[in-house]
């Protein structure tokens, strides 16, 4: 009789506070004196519904991370209709692309194309050594300037990782590997959540529970990514309420907030502005051009952003201030997108653990965001949850530019010096 093992539970954890937008001199609204949402986000945050057991269409994969980024988060929005949503592309490339390490055949072709590339080891690597440029010892508006990322890897003491897994694990991911006891669940889980606790500084203070782990649990791998900033330039709070059109055409009264300057872009399906942080990384809000019901595949991102340019003399833009959770389960999108194969035996996860073959059972995602005039914070857990199978298996005059999203829009946390997506999320609401 064929035994299915728990074997091992991929938990990906990227946190992110941003702030800061460009340049200009534009004459915007001054902040009230005080106001007690700085850094604390604006209210309790809204928690939307998971995807679990929801029915996709088939979609075809591309060779484009970027295009399945946006395909995933349109499932996830599609999946929770009504609600803001976010994902976060880095957190599950990473711990995709750490499983991957372990991967052969079909299942390591399927990962490579998702990811679009053959060597993902190589851009972890880039990315565990860029996203250090981004820390700085000094403080803004309450923020300090950090992108700090960590992997682990928590190894059942009842079997050995593959030599080569590990030395890849440790060489381009940085990731330590720590003896634990799954047998113990409780034990267990408190040392992977202090583990996330630490390293995202208390922004997600536990990603497992006993009811994840069971007495064959073998694996765990774990990856944090923290990000806090404070904008370059302080947005500022309109005190007076205005419209937040739904798609449906009713309104929200809102206070927004505002601010001026930094790159436009504009593509045939949107247009769309970027704000720096003090560290670097760009807060790209855009803007579909046609109203109604929109996708971000549809936005096509990747013409979008390299539309980037300065042809104008002033641009302005504002938005809403957010504050919101997503969590699903992302299973049913990813077999839906054509990679089932990773979800059963045969998967061909054969070189993570010494006689150990393993395939998901479970992708879930969770992510957090806040942001209002004087940052943003934003926050992501991927888990993947592995099984282990049987042995067998210019112009002269002055041009002014305006995005205002004051309607549904989308948006990016965008490093662009790594040319990497951290959050990709959509806003239906304001409030």
Known sequence: MKKKILAGLLILASMATMAGCGNGNMQILTPPEEDPTHNTGTSEPAITGGVSGYEFQERQMSANNTINSAIITDMIAEANAGANVMYSPTSLNLALGLAGEGASGEGRELINTFLGTDNYADRAQQLMNGFADYNFEDEYEGYSCKLEVANALWVDKRIKLNKEFESVASAKYQAKAGEVDFSDAQNACDKINKWANDNTHGLIPAIVDP???????????????????????EWSLNPNEADFTLFDGSTQQINYISSEGGAYYENEYATAFSCSYINGIKFIGILPKAEGE??????????????????????????????FETSNSLNDAFKAIGMGKLFGEGAGFDGIAQDDNLFISSIIQKTKLELDQYGTKAAAVTAIMMDCETATMIEEDPIVRRVYLDRPFAFLIYDEENAEILF????????
């Open 211 to 233: 009811s994840v782990i069971n007495p064959d649990t073998r694996l765990c791998i774990t990856n944090s990514l923290y990000f806090e900033s404070a904008w370059s330039e």
């Open 294 to 323: 929109f996708t971000l595949e549809g936005l096509d991102i990747d013409s979008l952003l390299a539309s980037k340019n300065y042809n104008h003399d002033e641009l302005y833009y504002k938005m809403p201030r957010l504050n």
């Open 424 to 431: 990709m999320g959509k806003v239906v609401t304001a409030l």
